[in-house]
């Protein structure tokens, strides 16, 4: 049998340690490379959230003038067909005035007429 020396323990313990550290490099460069692959995912999804942001503010924008311009289309609609009305209103009430006269003017001479009829001597 051989018996193991101290010099052979070391030597073991030796091998053991440069293995540890062949994968503890390993694994460190393995994580500097994961890390630098998500570093580099998260620019690209960063960017191109940013990009459809963009996209969505400026077509937002895009709608929002679209809607302030219909709505300052339908206020001036508005005014105009309110204007229309006070129009018509005026006429209407024009009209009213003219009816009465008429309807006044109408009575009045029936009145005169009846009168001629019943008191010819009266009037002349």
Do not use: C, H, W
């Not at 570093?39 to 999804?45: A, C, E, I, Q």
């Not at 009045?108 to 009037?123: D, H, Q, R």
């Amino acid at each position: 049998m051989s018996t193991v020396t101290e010099n052979d323990l070391r030597e073991l313990k030796d091998l053991i340690n440069s293995k540890f550290e062949q994968i503890n490099e390993k694994i460190e460069s393995r994580y500097q490379s994961l890390d630098s692959k998500l570093n580099d995912v998260r620019f690209d999804l960063d960017s191109k959230l940013n990009d459809v942001r963009f996209d969505l503010d400026s077509k937002l924008n895009e709608v929002r003038g679209d809607l302030d311009g219909k709505l300052n289309e339908m206020k001036v609609d508005t005014a105009t067909l309110k204007e229309g009305q006070n129009g018509i209103n005026k006429r209407l009430d024009n009209l009213d005035f003219i009816a009465r006269s008429v309807i006044g003017g109408v009575i009045l001479a029936l009145i005169v007429g009846l009168s001629k009829v019943l008191y010819p001597n009266l009037l002349g």
